[in-house]
């Protein structure tokens, strides 16, 4: 059995004048686990007020009620899950499970993986453009992102790079999921419409 500590950052118990900040326990949560073993993601699902947490050592997705801090299931079947991506609506989650290298699908309502689809080297984070319904997965080691439809889940394209790829980020004004890659200076920014790069900066 391990836990999951929740923090809160409290501003309003500094004294006037201080310019530090200072994070507050507010809760404890036990989840399964074996303890001493690596979390990655988090991301909340507003809807069904689910807070989901990648614990990756034991390959297992946590999805907890916000409301009550309560464990409501361990899910099982995505070994090494680094990233996790809720999807609005479908109540599907994608995680990134860097143990086989494969992006999992997660239907929420049943509360089990429902397919595995093959991926570069170490899947990892994720952002969902849901404008365009698709979901952005980098693999890190294999200098790629993967595109999943989330009305298919089936892998539309895959994009390649000259370096190691970092955490997506999708920006619904200009439309276009923006990424990091490692070992360099710039930045890539991808046209979410056509699933090609636009431009480096």
Partial sequence: MCRIALVLLCLASLPAGSSGQSLTQVGVIDVPGPQGQRFDYLTIDDEDHYLLSAHL????????????NALVKAISGVPGITGVEYVPALHKAYTSDWGEEKIGVVDLRQMVVVRR????AKPNGSTYAAAFRKVYVVNTNGKAVTVVSVDTDRIVATLKFASETGMPQYDAA???????????????????????????I
Avoid: N
């Fill in 57 to 68: 050592g034991p390959g297992i997705l946590y999805v907890i009620d916000v409301r009550t």
């Fill in 174 to 200: 200009a439309k276009k999921v923006g990424g990091g890659t490692r070992f360099s200076t710039s930045a890539r920014t991808l046209s979410a419409a056509s699933r090609r790069g636009c431009r480096q």
């Fill in 117 to 120: 689809l093959p991926t570069a």
